[in-house]
């Protein structure tokens, strides 16, 4: 508010704002009256300063932030993107968005993965598509798409968030087009990671529709595609996911060797920038495929660990339904339940629908196990509703196999 005051001056001029009920101060923090607020802003916006006014407020709430820690930090990063937005320079609101900063583990995230972990999937959608049609096609706007992609993953609405990654990838395809890699190294690598990351999407959707086959495709283009920038980085986050879609297709060799790569790179103490919650999660569901339960629990205990600690609540949930699946497998049909139960409550709440119609279908093959047939049908009936909602016909096919004759 004082950018043009010099710093031995300020303490003096706010102590007299506020003596004049100019200025609101609680706790060191300082707002303007309301009334004064709208009328210096109608002055500004008359005057030759609204621009730089703005600037200055955005640089101050961008500074104001080095690390997301919480939900508080990740709303107050935000605010610069509306002064950005209130002078039309869209292409800074979007370099808002795309910031990344550290995290609480180390690792960098951007704005938007830090929103749409956090459950702030409302804010971030309203955001993007405010500047979304304002901006040229570029880095920006495929980055922009593909967090777009992210979010309708995360709430189960899937055709929509591949048709956003698709976006996002053919924008990302022509930026490479027109950039020599020897000449912009950075910048083709950070495009090229945008088509990798759309086609990881993409692939985590395709499990969601339960098209195994194709996800396996597209899981193996990205793989190719992170030969070209570096593997051992970036291959990791695609072979936690084929790990998985090979112990449901019988592979059982090639998801073992997958599996037993990834789970020998994992460290004894902390988790590398590839691993998340819910990578763990399929590894983890790899292994229980494969019938090695005790190294599916391992992988669970480290993946609630990691998920107690973060924001991620539709990962802890999610962490939380693959422990019911090992408790049932061990025949601990209470634990089995009361943890699919816990799941359902919260996947409700959030509105995670692709979650949701999983935890249904799974707390169904329970009951089904422990001979409770009403129960079983009921919840088998609400698993089939969410995947026809979601217009998931392989899901629904694979639900009604399940059924059998109940």
Not at 303 to 326: F, N, R, V
Request: hydrophobic share 40%; net charge neutral.
């Amino acid at each position: 508010m004082l950018w043009d005051v010099p710093e031995s001056q300020r303490r003096r001029v706010v102590n007299r704002l506020c003596a004049r009920c100019l200025v609101e101060s609680r706790n060191e923090k300082y707002w303007l009256h309301p009334v004064i607020l709208a009328a210096a802003i109608a002055r500004l916006r008359l005057s030759g300063e609204w621009e730089t006014a703005n600037r200055k407020a955005a640089d101050f709430w961008t500074n104001s932030v080095n690390t997301v820690q919480g939900t508080t930090d990740a709303l107050r990063a935000l605010e610069a993107y509306y002064h950005y937005v209130v002078i039309e320079d869209f292409e800074q609101a979007a370099d808002v968005i795309i910031k990344q900063r550290n995290n609480k583990w180390g690792t960098h995230e951007s704005l938007g993965r830090s929103f749409y972990k956090r459950g702030l999937l409302k804010q971030m959608t309203a955001a993007i598509n405010e500047i979304l049609n304002k901006l040229n096609p570029g880095y920006r706007l495929a980055k922009l798409y593909h967090t777009l992609g992210a979010i309708c993953w995360l709430k189960g609405e899937i055709h929509q968030a591949i048709n956003y990654c698709k976006q996002s990838r053919e924008i990302a395809l022509t930026c490479l087009q027109s950039i020599q890699q020897e000449n912009e190294p950075e910048n083709f690598k950070k495009i090229k990671l945008i088509v990798i990351n759309s086609f990881l999407t993409i692939g985590i959707c395709q499990i969601g529709f339960w098209e195994l086959d194709e996800a396996v495709t597209t899981f193996r283009q990205a793989v190719k595609l992170c030969e070209e920038v570096d593997y051992d980085k970036y291959a990791p986050s695609v072979l936690f996911y084929l790990a998985f879609l090979n112990s449901c297709l019988g592979q059982n060799q090639e998801a073992s060797e997958i599996a037993n790569y990834l789970y020998n790179k994992l460290p004894e103490e902390g988790l590398p920038s590839w691993v998340t919650e819910y990578r763990l999660f399929y590894l983890s569901l790899t292994f229980k495929n494969l019938g090695e339960i005790e190294k599916s629990f391992e992988i669970y205990q480290k993946d609630i660990e990691y998920a107690e600690k973060s924001p991620y609540t539709q990962a802890k949930t999610k962490a939380l339904i693959g422990l019911a699946q090992l408790y049932r497998e061990q025949g601990e049909f209470e634990k089995s339940v009361a943890c699919h139960e816990k799941g359902i409550r919260v996947l409700g709440e959030i509105g995670a629908k692709w979650d949701l119609a999983e935890a249904y279908y799974q707390l169904a093959l329970t009951h089904k196990i422990m001979g409770e047939a009403a129960k079983s049908r009921e919840n088998f009936a609400q698993a089939i509703a969410l995947f026809q909602e979601m217009q998931a016909p392989r899901q629904v096919e694979k639900v009604k196999t399940a059924m059998g004759c109940l």
